[in-house]
């Protein structure tokens, strides 16, 4: 990627594609063995394959009686009860014409059977059972190999280990997998105004809340902050904390990079040999946000930043539409877009046409009639609507006016 194309301020979905286009350039990370549990919100390194077929026998889905299909054709139909199957033990027996076999759910269906009546359709009487429904061939049995067969691939090399998938693989008896190590990312919040949050700010001060949300961003998106100390708004002192910051695998700023006289942040990188990608998108909030990468001298391969608007509502909105990508990229994952829904939008929105916009807003309602809100906020520097808000109404840019009743975008977060 050459930073002349792509530099400047772009559209939103021209930042997105450079930020996809840098992501699958991203070669993955070291592996490392751990406990499934420790596993669990990292990628794996390597496929999770089937040791057996599963389920390794026909199995029952229901409590009821095996029998032949065929001799339940005509119902009520009376047959001689053979025996019993539970789940666990072994087959029985085979299932002979005219008989069933009691089986419970789990169990393995005995040979000759070839569908499960539920008990509920049927009446007993010593060692005969009456069925009183028909049956078609396979119902209530889920077939040998059918869900994945012996050797298949389950889960592939990139997948994010949910519950779901640390399912899979305890079904497959992998109590340990292989899994990439997580990036670590620095973070250097800037502003001759930021103090640390332990400390008690002067009068025109104000806590660092950025660094703080940032860490918990980049945790929830499997990295390993590095916090570093809040750099003043002078070159030399943000020159030694950037060359720091660049011994990680990622390096997010937070602040400095809007046009004020002392935004100093770009121009810190550029002295520092970065290649920049883009140095601003057509977003709100967000707008200055500058992605690149730049090498510390002592070491070869570049690493990518982001230079995230100081507004904490930007900070947050900038890191999750490009960062997290980069963060997801960065751990071994596959790529995968960024998580939308559609609900209705329960108050109309009127704004300005020319800049994506994401909204801080409320998603409630039913689960079929989701409705969403924009939470009344001061700008982007409005912690308090952030953290009322649980997800951003995502406004197109063409758009001035978003009427009340209509189904609008959804970002969730
Ligand atoms: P900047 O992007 O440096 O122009 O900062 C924009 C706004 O965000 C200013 O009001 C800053 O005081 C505020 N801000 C910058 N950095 C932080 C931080 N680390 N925590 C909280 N607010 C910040
Ligand atoms: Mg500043």
Same mark, same amino acid.
């Given at each position: 990627?050459?930073?002349?194309? *792509?530099?400047?301020?772009?559209?939103?979905?021209?930042?997105?594609?450079?930020?996809?286009? $840098?992501?699958?350039?991203?070669?993955?990370?070291?592996?490392?063995?751990?406990?499934?549990?420790?596993?669990?919100?990292?990628? #794996?390194?390597?496929?999770?394959?089937?040791?057996?077929?599963?389920?390794?026998?026909?199995?029952?889905?229901?409590?009821?009686?095996?029998?032949?299909?065929?001799?339940?054709?005509?119902?009520?139909?009376?047959?001689?009860?053979?025996?019993?199957?539970?789940?666990?033990?072994?087959?029985?027996?085979?299932?002979?014409?005219?008989?069933?076999?009691?089986?419970?759910?789990?169990?393995?269906?005995?040979?000759?059977?070839?569908?499960?009546?539920?008990?509920?359709?049927?009446?007993?009487?010593?060692?005969?059972?009456?069925?009183?429904?028909?049956?078609?061939?396979?119902?209530?049995?889920?077939?040998?190999?059918?869900?994945?067969? %012996?050797?298949?691939?389950?889960?592939?090399?990139?997948?994010?280990?949910?519950? %779901?998938?640390?399912?899979?693989?305890?079904?497959? /008896?992998?109590?340990?997998?292989?899994?990439?190590?997580?990036?670590?990312?620095?973070?250097?919040?800037?502003?001759?105004?930021?103090?640390?949050?332990?400390?008690?700010?002067?009068?025109?001060?104000?806590?660092?809340?950025?660094?703080?949300?940032? *860490? *918990?961003?980049?945790?929830?998106?499997?990295?390993?902050?590095?916090?570093?100390?809040?750099?003043?708004?002078?070159?030399?002192?943000?020159?030694? @904390?950037?060359?720091? /910051?660049?011994?990680?695998?990622?390096?997010?700023?937070?602040?400095?990079?809007?046009?004020?006289?002392?935004?100093?942040?770009?121009?810190? #990188?550029?002295?520092?040999?970065?290649?920049?990608?883009?140095?601003?998108?057509?977003?709100?909030?967000?707008?200055?946000?500058?992605?690149?990468?730049?090498?510390?001298?002592?070491?070869?391969?570049?690493?990518?930043?982001?230079?995230?608007?100081?507004?904490?509502?930007?900070?947050?909105?900038?890191?999750? @539409?490009? *960062?997290?990508?980069?963060?997801? %990229?960065?751990?071994?994952?596959?790529?995968?877009?960024?998580?939308?829904?559609?609900?209705?939008?329960?108050?109309?929105?009127?704004?300005?046409? /020319? #800049?994506?916009?994401?909204?801080?807003?409320?998603?409630?309602?039913? @689960?079929?009639?989701?409705?969403?809100?924009?939470?009344?906020?001061?700008?982007?520097?409005?912690?308090?609507?952030?953290?009322?808000?649980?997800? $951003?109404?995502?406004?197109?840019?063409?758009?001035?006016? #978003?009427?009340?009743?209509?189904?609008?975008?959804?970002?969730?977060?």
């Amino acid at each position: 990627m050459s930073s002349s194309s *792509a530099s400047g301020v772009v559209p939103f979905e021209q930042a997105c594609e450079i930020v996809r286009e $840098y992501c699958n350039r991203i070669s993955s990370g070291q592996p490392e063995t751990i406990s499934l549990l420790q596993a669990l919100g990292r990628v #794996l390194a390597e496929p999770i394959v089937a040791d057996r077929d599963f389920p390794p026998f026909p199995r029952a889905t229901r409590d009821g009686y095996a029998l032949r299909a065929e001799d339940v054709r005509t119902v009520p139909a009376t047959l001689r009860v053979a025996g019993t199957v539970k789940a666990g033990s072994a087959h029985h027996g085979a299932v002979a014409r005219g008989e069933a076999v009691e089986i419970m759910t789990g169990a393995a269906i005995p040979d000759g059977g070839d569908a499960v009546v539920m008990v509920e359709y049927t009446s007993r009487d010593a060692n005969q059972v009456v069925v009183q429904r028909t049956c078609t061939k396979g119902e209530n049995i889920v077939p040998t190999g059918s869900e994945s067969r %012996a050797g298949q691939e389950m889960l592939a090399r990139g997948s994010r280990l949910g519950f %779901a998938q640390v399912a899979v693989a305890a079904a497959v /008896g992998k109590t340990n997998v292989q899994v990439y190590k997580k990036p670590r990312v620095a973070i250097l919040s800037t502003g001759d105004e930021v103090v640390d949050a332990a400390q008690s700010p002067g009068p025109f001060q104000i806590r660092n809340s950025n660094s703080y949300s940032l *860490a *918990a961003q980049v945790i929830a998106g499997g990295g390993e902050p590095e916090t570093l100390p809040v750099a003043p708004d002078d070159e030399a002192a943000l020159h030694r @904390l950037v060359q720091q /910051g660049l011994t990680a695998d990622m390096l997010l700023l937070s602040g400095g990079v809007s046009m004020g006289k002392f935004d100093l942040v770009e121009k810190v #990188l550029a002295a520092s040999g970065a290649e920049f990608f883009f140095t601003g998108a057509l977003i709100q909030p967000g707008r200055p946000v500058v992605f690149g990468q730049a090498a510390p001298a002592a070491r070869r391969s570049p690493i990518p930043f982001f230079g995230l608007p100081g507004n904490p509502i930007s900070t947050m909105v900038t890191f999750d @539409l490009f *960062a997290r990508p980069v963060l997801a %990229a960065l751990s071994g994952a596959s790529p995968s877009r960024l998580p939308t829904v559609k609900a209705r939008l329960s108050k109309e929105i009127k704004t300005r046409t /020319g #800049l994506t916009r994401f909204l801080p807003s409320i998603l409630q309602g039913g @689960l079929l009639d989701a409705e969403v809100a924009v939470v009344p906020w001061q700008g982007s520097g409005d912690l308090m609507a952030s953290a009322r808000a649980n997800c $951003y109404v995502v406004v197109p840019p063409d758009r001035d006016l #978003l009427p009340a009743g209509e189904m609008v975008s959804v970002l969730l977060r």
